[in-house]
């Protein structure tokens, strides 16, 4: 499995949408340099007030670029970093990789934690977007649709047309959860 990153956000500040760079640098167990979610330990608000020592399985976001084209057809404009994630790719589907998987991404690689719970600040930011990317299948099991989160197994730059190369890890795969 493949793709390509067709854009790099980040921020150093508390905000809900994250400016597009030119590039940024990817810090072995801390995440994004310079942006506010990096850390050893968790770093999104409403994880540091339930328990600010837990681990921060959310270093980096990646959202699959088809995201967008998806809720535009829905009527609803969303373009890289509005949705707050670091990573912008095409071509891969994040949401079916497996817990575990290793993406390459540039002269990084990131270890796939888990599944990005969006929140209501979607709908701050788009008035209904929220209901676009949270939905349930036929079987009335919610499905997430706003990205992966990872951790930084080892650090680089990643730049927009970097390749993402996917290793799955080995033996049972274990589906996405939320983190």
Do not use: W
């Not at 600040?121 to 990872?150: P, T």
């Amino acid at each position: 499995m493949s793709g390509t990153v067709t854009a790099v956000s980040s921020n150093g500040e508390y905000s809900f949408t994250k400016p597009n760079r030119g590039s940024i640098t990817l810090l072995a167990g801390l995440g994004v340099e310079g942006d506010v979610h990096a850390g050893v330990t968790v770093k999104h608000r409403s994880r540091v007030a339930q328990d600010p020592t837990q681990p921060n399985l959310r270093q980096v976001h990646l959202v699959q670029e088809e995201l967008f084209d998806e809720v535009g057809a829905a009527g609803f404009t969303v373009t890289p970093g509005d949705l707050g994630e670091n990573i912008t790719t095409r071509g891969i589907d994040l949401l079916g990789l497996p817990a575990g998987t290793l993406l390459r991404i540039g002269e990084a690689v990131l270890e796939v934690t888990g599944l990005r719970n969006p929140c209501l600040q979607i709908d701050n930011f788009r008035q209904g977007l929220l209901k676009q990317v949270v939905g349930r299948d036929e079987a009335g099991n919610i499905v997430r649709k706003a990205g992966v989160m990872s951790i930084v197994r080892e650090g680089g730059v990643v730049r927009p047309g970097d390749a993402v190369e996917a290793e799955l890890p080995s033996g049972p795969h274990r589906p996405l959860e939320r983190v």
